[in-house]
C-alpha cells in the first residue's frame, strides 16, 4: 500500500467480502497488491452464510457456457479448501462422500464417475433413503459455506487484506476516465483497480448498473433428537431430488433447501414453506424423522438476465465485476479468484471469459 500525504490507498478495492470477494482478496494479495475489502455488512455474512455448499459439477442444469469453468473449479477445490485451512486454522468441512442424485424423466448427467446405481448398491450407500425411482451417484464434493467463510476472512487478514465493514459502498470513483476508488456514506477509499463482487446488491452502485438481482433461497437446518439411540450419521451423503436437497454436516447437522424465489430482496422465512421442507426431507429419508428444526434462514443469490456471472473489466478502465454466479458462488469461487487475478493484473485468462463480459449488456 502506498501513503500520499499521509491518506491510505490501495492497489485494489473490493466491495463485498463474501466468498467470491474474499477468495479473490487472497490472490491479489498473493501477486503483492494490496488490497481493501468493504462489506456493507459483515464479511462472508450474506449469500455465502446462507449457502448450501454442494460443488454440484455433475448438474445437467448447467449452463453449457458455465461448464468448463465449473470442472476446473471442481477440480481444484480440495487444494482450493487445503490452502484457507492452513492459512486460518478453520475447518470448511469439504466432504467428498459424493452425492445421490434423482432427475427428471429425460436428464442424465454427463460428468465423468457418474452412474446409475442398482436398488442393492443405493442400500449400501444410503440405507435411509426412500426413493421410487432410479437413483444416481455422483462423484461430487460438498463444504460448509459458514466455515469456508470463516477460514477466508481470516486467512484474508493473516495475508494483510485490510477491511472495512458495515459500510456501504455509494458509488465508483473515476478519475481521468479510469476508476480511482470507492465512495462510502463516511469516507472515501483509493484504489486504481475496483471490482463490485457485491452479489445481489451489485446492481445497486453507481455509476454503472450491473444487472443482477436477488433470487430469495429458505433453507432449514435439522439436528437428530437426543436419545433416539441412533447410532452414526442419518445421512452420509448429500441427496438431490427434484423437490429437495438434503446435504450432512460433518457435525450431524443437516441442511434442506432451497426455495427459488422472485422475492425482491425480502429475507422473511415462512413457516409454512419450512414445514414443507421438512416434510420433503422426511419422505425421501424417512429417518428424519429423529429430527428437529434447529434453524431456518432465507439468503439471496446474485442472479442475471442470461443465468451467466458477470466477469470481466467494465466500460470504465480499472472498474472490473466478479458477481452474478446465482446458485454457484460457491462453486466457482476458487476458478473466479484465479481467473480474475490474472485479467486485473493484465495477463491472458488461462480460461475464455468472453461470454461473461459486462460489456454484454451494453
Not at 454440484?56 to 448447467?62: E, K, L, Q, V
Not at 469439504?94 to 460428468?111: K, Q, S, V, W, Y
Not at 456471472?309 to 480499472?318: K, N
Request: charged share 20%.
Amino acid at each position: 500500500m502506498l501513503y500520499n500525504r499521509w491518506v491510505k490507498t490501495w492497489d485494489a478495492v473490493i466491495i463485498g467480502g463474501g466468498v467470491i470477494g474474499l477468495s479473490l482478496a487472497l490472490r491479489l494479495q498473493d501477486q503483492h497488491l494490496s488490497t481493501l475489502v468493504i462489506d456493507k455488512r459483515e464479511p462472508a455474512g450474506e449469500a455465502t452464510h446462507a449457502a448450501g455448499g454442494m460443488i454440484a459439477s455433475c448438474d445437467p442444469h448447467t449452463p453449457k457456457e458455465l461448464q468448463a469453468l465449473v470442472e476446473v473449479s471442481a477440480h481444484i477445490y480440495p487444494e482450493f479448501v487445503r490452502e484457507v485451512e492452513l492459512e486460518s486454522g478453520e475447518s470448511a468441512d469439504l466432504r467428498d462422500l459424493g452425492a445421490i442424485a434423482i432427475f427428471p424423466a429425460g436428464e442424465t448427467p454427463t460428468c465423468a464417475g457418474a452412474r446409475l446405481l442398482t436398488a442393492a448398491e443405493l442400500t449400501r450407500l444410503e440405507p435411509s433413503l426412500r426413493l421410487a425411482t432410479d437413483a444416481w451417484y455422483l462423484p461430487e464434493r460438498c463444504v460448509d459455506p459458514r466455515g469456508l467463510g470463516r477460514a477466508l476472512v481470516k486467512a484474508a487478514k493473516n495475508r494483510g487484506v485490510d477491511f472495512v465493514t458495515g459500510s456501504a459502498v455509494l458509488e465508483v470513483l473515476s478519475s481521468n476516465g479510469c476508476a480511482s476508488g470507492v465512495r462510502t456514506a463516511h469516507a472515501t477509499y483509493t484504489a486504481a483497480i475496483v471490482v463490485n463482487a457485491a452479489g445481489a446488491w451489485a446492481s445497486q452502485i453507481p455509476p454503472i448498473s450491473l444487472p443482477t438481482r436477488p433470487v430469495k433461497g429458505q433453507m432449514v437446518c435439522v439436528i437428530p433428537l437426543a436419545g433416539t439411540g441412533h447410532e452414526g450419521p442419518l445421512v452420509r451423503h448429500v441427496v438431490r431430488t427434484p423437490d429437495i436437497y438434503i446435504i450432512p454436516r460433518s457435525d450431524g447437522r443437516i441442511l434442506l433447501g432451497a426455495t427459488v424465489e422472485e422475492a425482491g430482496f425480502d429475507k422473511q422465512v415462512d413457516p409454512e414453506t419450512i414445514q414443507r421442507l421438512y416434510r420433503e426431507g422426511k419422505r425421501v429419508a424417512p429417518v428424519l424423522e429423529a429430527t428437529r428444526i434447529h434453524e431456518a434462514w432465507a439468503g439471496l443469490r446474485p442472479g442475471t438476465p442470461d443465468n451467466l456471472p458477470i466477469l470481466g473489466e467494465t466500460a470504465l478502465p480499472g472498474y472490473f465485476a466478479a458477481t452474478g454466479h446465482y446458485r454457484d458462488g460457491i462453486m466457482l469461487a476458487p476458478i473466479t479468484a484465479n481467473l480474475m487475478t490474472q485479467l486485473i493484473t493484465g495477463h491472458q485468462p488461462e480460461m475464455d471469459l468472453a461470454a461473461f463480459s459486462p460489456l454484454r449488456f451494453s
